[in-house]
């Protein structure tokens, strides 16, 4: 399928969206504008010209499962300044799904509570237009590095194709096929290039469409691209045998050169279910790993290569999301148990160092997604 369920954002995985074969890949979110967190500032006040790395765009709502209230959007600073740009009203189904921000920073692709309602909100204006998309589509977001186009798949059968979309919909152009359930694809930062994982294996792919060549990496059944780790280099979970083995991250460069693996075998014996991500940071490489019941944790990997676990003041540390990394920083998404609450903070593994975001309240959702601005591309060295 062509969505990254780590990227994903709540309300997907809360209400199970299914809009007329859409479905939001955004990013996994957390928070909540708790008494005493610093108030909105007006749309007008956003410093678009500030707006980079370190910058995010959240989705946050006070509502419940069962008692719901306004969703509110948020271009919240690296420093915890947050800058109110929409809010949706309340009403009796779940908020909006969304899906991705774009590279220009002034539009919001997402799929509405109206169901089969593709829609675009232009943060500047707030002015809201729907998008009607030809056929069924699974949607991974904007294309980069503006957003002009829509990047999604469409299928019959078995077959899947990876397509970029105008901003109305209209096909534009089929850039690969695959076997269905198993095509995801990225976009590299210049938006020349997506590394996609077809039935065929993980392959560089033209903006342009067609194949530019494999991208094998040896020993392993399956490799799924979760991000470009630099503009040469991709980040990718791999198994080495079939789907009930252990995920571990390599590094595949886009040229064909040999891959190069970033995390060991893991066995039981770890704790480590499986490797999903990694960030390279000066005081070491951090690892977003798999453990029980679906939840994630963060590890240190150790020049030997074994793990310390890091835990983050002040959460419960069962099911800490790493969004990105800015500076020394890792943006985490805290999350108690499903559904739960959700909090958002930068911290800093090394000194311990935190700032809230979000600091959701007991009982409320907080923020149903998080989008770091850029995030997906070329954070492996920040």
């Known amino acids: ?43 007008a ?7 980079g790395p370190g910058w995010t765009l959240v989705e946050y709502t006070n509502g419940t499962m069962t008692k719901h209230a306004p969703t509110m959007l948020y271009v919240v600073s690296p420093g915890g300044v947050k800058y109110l740009v929409h809010t949706w009203p309340k009403t009796a189904a779940f908020p909006p799904n969304l899906i991705s921000w774009s590279g220009d920073k002034t539009r919001l692709l997402f799929v509405s509570s109206d169901p089969g309602h593709l829609a675009q909100l232009n943060l500047r204006t707030g002015a809201l237009s729907t998008i009607s998309m030809q056929g069924s589509v699974q949607l991974i977001g904007y294309t980069r590095p503006h957003g002009l186009n829509i990047l999604g798949g469409a299928g019959t059968g078995k077959v899947v194709k990876l397509a970029r979309y105008s901003l109305t919909g209209k096909l534009l152009k089929v850039l690969a096929t695959g076997n269905e359930f198993q095509v995801t694809a990225i976009d590299s930062a ?3 290039t997506l590394a996609v994982s077809t039935g065929k294996g993980l392959e560089l792919v033209s903006n342009t469409g067609g194949v530019i060549r494999q991208l094998p990496v040896r020993g392993t ?29 390599w590094l595949v460069p886009a040229s064909g050169a040999a891959p190069t693996a970033l995390t060991p075998r893991r066995t039981a014996s770890s704790m480590d279910m499986g490797d999903l991500d990694a960030w390279q940071l000066k005081s070491g490489l951090y690892l977003q790993s798999a453990v029980a019941c679906g939840t994630v944790v963060i590890n240190r990997q150790n020049p030997n290569h074994t793990l310390t676990r890091i835990n983050v003041p002040g959460t419960l540390n069962t099911n800490n999301r790493v969004l990105t990394a800015n500076g020394q920083n890792l943006l985490v998404d805290a999350l108690t148990e499903c559904p739960g609450t959700s909090s ?20 409320a959702l907080g923020v149903l997604a998080a989008f770091p601005f850029y995030s997906t591309e070329n954070a492996g060295g920040m």
Not at 2 to 25: H, Q
Not at 45 to 51: A, C, K, R, T
């Open 45 to 51: 006040g956003v410093p678009w010209s500030q707006v």
């Open 344 to 363: 958002l903070l930068w911290f800093n593994p090394a000194t311990k160092a935190e700032k809230w975001l979000f600091r959701t309240p007991a009982g």
């Open 190 to 192: 210049d938006g020349t």
């Open 1 to 43: 399928m062509f969505t990254n369920v780590w990227k994903r954002g709540r309300v997907a995985a809360l209400s199970a969206v299914c809009v007329a074969g859409l479905l939001g890949a955004g990013a996994a979110g957390a928070a909540s504008a708790s008494a005493g967190a610093s108030a909105a500032r007006p749309q």
């Open 221 to 249: 059944s399956q490799c799924t691209p979760v991000r470009w780790w630099d503009s040469k280099t991709i980040v990718a979970v791999c198994f080495d045998g079939n789907l009930n083995d252990i995920a571990r991250l």
